[in-house]
């Protein structure tokens, strides 16, 4: 087939003196019959370019539905009275959530369920299956019980576009009840009597910005606004403390945190700000119980004896006086705390070094005497034994437990959970995920890199390959280099079944740990954000030579991969470096971002404001983001192959961003690489759902990635 050619029809952008003109904008009009033609015929031609590689998509399908244990159940989670798992079934797209009595209440180890087995008192709550039918998307979003364990609040997405429909079932009678509530958040909060639940709504841009207070039983409009958040920089949440003593409202923007608290057992009063808001201040609290007595723990980043706390630092404050706080835990330049999960007996901090996720066990005692370290025992960090590994807090409900749930994973180790008791210090390994056809993780091997930056700073790269494979195939070695770099996000060790079927076939997997994420803590996020972006894309492309240079991969065999924000990275080193890659895998790409960010009215932009800058009052901004946007900067010179995926029903990057894109590309590169759109009419950010419609859509990127790179057999 012959590449579809999009029409131009010039339109004019106009800032701080500098007139844009974009031929491919009127792509956003998601109703236009001709839009709708146009990514029809883009799909059309993706599937001409892509039909050879139909017997390796089926191979790689079959090879990850055959490692895979369909019929399956998570290890069981006391809540109360019952143990809550989660099932899944082979054929079956969804999982099914279920519960089953616990037999005596001093035993907390979990029952030993077998899947294929009748499990005594089974109760299913849930089956998302059923949900689904009829609908070409779904996605479940709160999934609440109450505090007795008598009642479910759950919201479901039929679209893609992440507004939910709440309902409500009677976990007695298995009745749904007539409560519905349209077009909302995803979350839900119950009051500890169970006769409210918190909610919350969006605006027209997508933002979080009113929390609700709906009590079971009454019509929608009787509904009560508890917060509204009339600041478009901030969004809202609402969730209660681990205690279950205080419901919270939190209040952030990508710099400021505000809390507001209310006690759980008066859903009808006043929240209460915790602490007022200041700019670029963040905060968390958890509510703890210290020697007796009230507490709100709080993680922060503000100023410490003259220092700002850029990692954050852990302090103390009684309930009453939240502002007269205690530093616990100093501020650390190689250690960013994230986390701390608060327990009747104990507390659990979630930190991050050397660019890796640990976590540590700290006993609570008795000792009330005040002075400094009281009611403190000695922290923990638990070991693993592992050179690269997350390791990560699971589901913990209970206040009051003797055990805490504990998972752990990296790139060759399948997710393991474990229960870990604090009073022995014993790790009891409770599951470990299978993978089918006698997976043997020494066969395996992965290692920390580091590559050089232009400015000098050290880039980790992580590298993951199969033993007895990488460097076998005909010819060099073929790499797949994936990155992200945005919003502080973290890009840890994790195993995936999917990645198997790459290994196996000799490629090396690489993770780019780059500037813009969270890997090496806060300033590393701080140097690849706002007026220091460049720093991300810059990374990248020293993480791609770095590997060429050490004779990892070559550049016809190397083929980077990244997503959404890390979309706009793979089209910035599509500009700057197209001659280290071969092709460009990128799923949601967000490749326009200065025309994004420059409009208010789309969602979430003004809250991307604090990540990016604001064009539209800063004409810096405006020309730095000019300068990097892949959209802007497409040139007439020779570009990688390129496959770009897109979900009509994004809100969160749209999917004209790629659209645009990939017809700028077509009508400017030169060179003849194929340029690929693949949108999935039916999908949002997230893409397809239920987990084969996924399988597929994983096995046709990995196919064409194999193809492009010669190990398509």
Same mark, same amino acid.
């Given at each position: 087939?012959?590449?579809?050619?999009?029409?131009?029809v010039?339109?004019?952008? &106009?800032?701080?003196?500098?007139?844009?003109?974009?031929?491919?904008?009127?792509?956003?009009?998601?109703?236009?019959?001709?839009?709708?033609?146009?990514?029809?015929?883009?799909?059309?031609?993706?599937?001409?370019?892509? /039909?050879?590689?139909?017997?390796?998509?089926?191979?790689?399908?079959?090879?990850i539905?055959?490692?895979?244990?369909?019929?399956?159940?998570?290890?069981?989670?006391?809540?109360?009275?019952?143990?809550?798992?989660?099932?899944?079934?082979?054929?079956?797209?969804h999982?099914?959530?279920?519960?089953?009595?616990?037999?005596?209440?001093?035993?907390? /180890?979990?029952?030993?369920?077998?899947?294929?087995?009748?499990?005594?008192?089974e109760?299913?709550?849930?089956?998302?299956?059923? &949900?689904?039918?009829?609908?070409?998307? +779904?996605?479940?979003?709160? +999934?609440?019980?109450?505090?007795?364990?008598?009642?479910?609040?759950?919201?479901?997405?039929?679209?893609?576009?992440?507004?939910?429909?709440?309902?409500?079932?009677?976990?007695?009678?298995?009745?749904?009840?007539?409560?519905?509530? /349209?077009?909302?958040?995803?979350?839900?909060?119950?009051?500890?009597?169970?006769?409210?639940? %918190?909610?919350?709504?969006?605006?027209?841009?997508?933002?979080?910005?009113?929390?609700?207070?709906?009590?079971?039983?009454?019509?929608?409009?009787?509904?009560?606004?508890?917060?509204?958040?009339?600041?478009?920089?901030?969004?809202?949440?609402?969730?209660?403390?681990?205690?279950?003593?205080?419901?919270?409202?939190?209040?952030?923007?990508?710099?400021?945190?505000?809390?507001?608290?209310?006690?759980?057992?008066?859903?009808?009063?006043?929240?209460?700000?915790?602490?007022?808001?200041?700019?670029?201040?963040?905060?968390?609290?958890?509510?703890?119980?210290?020697?007796?007595?009230?507490? +709100?723990? %709080? &993680?922060?980043?503000d100023?410490?004896?003259?220092?700002?706390?850029?990692?954050?630092?852990?302090?103390?404050?009684?309930?009453?006086?939240?502002?007269?706080?205690?530093?616990?835990?100093?501020?650390?330049?190689?250690?960013?705390?994230?986390?701390?999960?608060? +327990?009747?007996?104990?507390?659990?901090?979630s930190?991050?070094?050397?660019?890796?996720p640990?976590?540590?066990?700290?006993?609570?005692?008795?000792?009330?005497?005040?002075?400094?370290?009281?009611?403190?025992?000695?922290?923990?960090?638990l070991e693993?034994?592992?050179?690269? %590994?997350?390791?990560g807090?699971? !589901?913990?409900p209970?206040w009051?437990?003797?055990?805490?749930?504990?998972?752990?994973?990296?790139?060759?180790?399948?997710?393991?959970?474990?229960?870990?008791?604090?009073?022995?210090?014993?790790?009891?390994l409770?599951?470990?995920?299978?993978?089918?056809?006698?997976?043997?993780?020494?066969?395996?091997?992965?290692h920390?890199?580091?590559?050089v930056?232009e400015?000098?700073?050290?880039?980790?790269?992580?590298?993951?390959?199969?033993?007895?494979?990488?460097?076998?195939?005909?010819?060099?070695?073929p790499?797949?280099?994936?990155?992200?770099?945005?919003?502080?996000a973290?890009?840890?060790?994790?195993?995936?079944?999917?990645?198997l079927?790459l290994?196996?076939?000799?490629?090396?997997?690489?993770?780019?740990?780059?500037?813009?994420?969270?890997?090496m803590?806060?300033?590393?996020?701080?140097?690849?954000?706002?007026?220091?972006?460049?720093?991300?894309?810059?990374?990248?492309?020293?993480?791609?030579?770095?590997?060429?240079?050490?004779?990892?991969?070559t550049?016809?065999?190397?083929?980077?991969?990244?997503?959404?924000?890390?979309?706009?990275?793979?089209?910035?080193?599509?500009?700057?470096?197209?001659?280290?890659?071969?092709?460009?895998?990128?799923?949601?790409?967000?490749v326009?971002?200065?025309?994004?960010?420059?409009?208010? !009215?789309?969602?979430?932009?003004?809250?991307?404001?604090?990540?990016?800058?604001?064009?539209?009052?800063?004409?810096?901004?405006? %020309?730095?983001?000019?300068?990097?946007?892949?959209?802007?900067?497409?040139?007439?010179?020779?570009?990688?192959?390129?496959?770009?995926?897109?979900?009509?029903?994004?809100?969160?990057?749209?999917?004209?961003?790629?659209?645009?894109?990939?017809?700028?590309?077509?009508?400017?590169?030169?060179?003849? /690489?194929?340029? &690929?759109?693949?949108?999935?009419? !039916?999908?949002?950010?997230?893409?397809?759902?239920?987990?084969?419609?996924?399988?597929?859509?994983?096995?046709?990127?990995?196919?064409?990635?194999?193809?492009?790179?010669?190990?398509?057999?």
């Amino acid at each position: 087939m012959t590449p579809p050619v999009a029409k131009r029809v010039p339109a004019e952008r &106009l800032h701080h003196g500098d007139t844009v003109v974009d031929e491919y904008e009127w792509l956003r009009d998601k109703e236009s019959p001709e839009v709708i033609a146009h990514l029809e015929a883009e799909n059309a031609y993706t599937e001409s370019r892509t /039909a050879h590689q139909q017997a390796l998509r089926e191979a790689v399908f079959d090879e990850i539905k055959a490692r895979t244990q369909e019929t399956d159940l998570s290890v069981p989670t006391r809540m109360g009275d019952w143990w809550y798992y989660t099932r899944s079934f082979e054929g079956k797209q969804h999982g099914v959530h279920c519960r089953c009595p616990v037999a005596d209440p001093d035993d907390w /180890a979990p029952p030993a369920l077998e899947a294929d087995a009748e499990i005594p008192g089974e109760q299913v709550l849930l089956d998302s299956n059923i &949900l689904a039918e009829e609908h070409e998307f +779904f996605s479940l979003g709160a +999934f609440s019980i109450s505090h007795d364990g008598t009642l479910l609040a759950f919201s479901t997405d039929v679209v893609g576009n992440e507004r939910y429909l709440l309902r409500f079932k009677d976990l007695r009678t298995g009745e749904i009840l007539a409560d519905e509530i /349209a077009d909302i958040g995803g979350g839900a909060t119950w009051s500890l009597d169970g006769t409210h639940l %918190f909610y919350q709504t969006v605006d027209e841009a997508w933002r979080p910005d009113t929390v609700w207070r709906h009590r079971l039983g009454t019509p929608r409009d009787s509904d009560v606004v508890v917060h509204h958040e009339p600041d478009d920089r901030y969004w809202v949440g609402i969730g209660a403390t681990h205690s279950e003593k205080y419901l919270m409202i939190w209040v952030h923007s990508k710099i400021t945190s505000e809390a507001r608290v209310l006690e759980s057992d008066d859903p009808e009063g006043e929240f209460r700000v915790l602490l007022p808001r200041r700019e670029g201040v963040e905060y968390y609290a958890e509510h703890a119980v210290i020697a007796g007595q009230d507490r +709100f723990l %709080f &993680l922060h980043n503000d100023i410490v004896d003259g220092v700002k706390a850029e990692n954050f630092v852990l302090a103390e404050a009684p309930a009453d006086d939240p502002a007269n706080q205690t530093v616990l835990i100093p501020h650390r330049d190689d250690v960013r705390l994230e986390d701390i999960d608060c +327990f009747a007996d104990h507390l659990v901090l979630s930190y991050r070094r050397e660019a890796l996720p640990r976590v540590a066990v700290w006993p609570l005692t008795s000792d009330a005497s005040g002075v400094p370290g009281a009611g403190y025992g000695e922290l923990r960090e638990l070991e693993f034994g592992l050179e690269l %590994f997350s390791a990560g807090l699971g !589901s913990n409900p209970e206040w009051a437990q003797p055990t805490l749930r504990i998972g752990l994973t990296s790139f060759i180790t399948p997710m393991q959970v474990f229960d870990y008791v604090p009073a022995t210090g014993e790790l009891i390994l409770r599951k470990e995920q299978q993978v089918l056809g006698g997976y043997d993780p020494n066969e395996y091997e992965q290692h920390r890199d580091w590559a050089v930056a232009e400015d000098g700073t050290r880039i980790p790269i992580s590298i993951v390959r199969r033993r007895d494979r990488a460097g076998a195939g005909p010819g060099p070695v073929p790499a797949l280099l994936y990155g992200y770099g945005s919003y502080e996000a973290s890009i840890d060790p994790g195993f995936s079944v999917p990645r198997l079927s790459l290994l196996d076939r000799g490629m090396v997997y690489a993770v780019a740990h780059v500037r813009g994420g969270g890997e090496m803590g806060r300033l590393w996020y701080e140097n690849g954000k706002t007026l220091t972006k460049k720093n991300t894309f810059t990374d990248f492309v020293a993480c791609a030579r770095h590997l060429i240079d050490t004779g990892v991969t070559t550049p016809d065999r190397l083929v980077a991969d990244g997503g959404s924000a890390g979309g706009l990275l793979m089209g910035a080193v599509a500009n700057i470096a197209p001659e280290s890659f071969a092709g460009i895998l990128t799923s949601v790409p967000f490749v326009d971002p200065l025309t994004s960010i420059l409009d208010p !009215s789309l969602p979430l932009t003004v809250i991307e404001w604090d990540e990016w800058g604001n064009p539209l009052a800063d004409p810096e901004v405006y %020309f730095y983001m000019k300068s990097y946007s892949p959209y802007e900067n497409v040139t007439a010179q020779h570009y990688p192959a390129i496959l770009a995926t897109t979900g009509l029903n994004d809100t969160r990057v749209l999917y004209v961003e790629p659209a645009k894109w990939v017809a700028r590309l077509r009508a400017t590169a030169t060179g003849d /690489a194929p340029l &690929l759109l693949k949108t999935e009419m !039916s999908a949002g950010h997230g893409g397809v759902s239920g987990r084969y419609p996924k399988w597929k859509e994983i096995a046709f990127e990995y196919a064409w990635v194999l193809d492009l790179v010669g190990r398509g057999v």
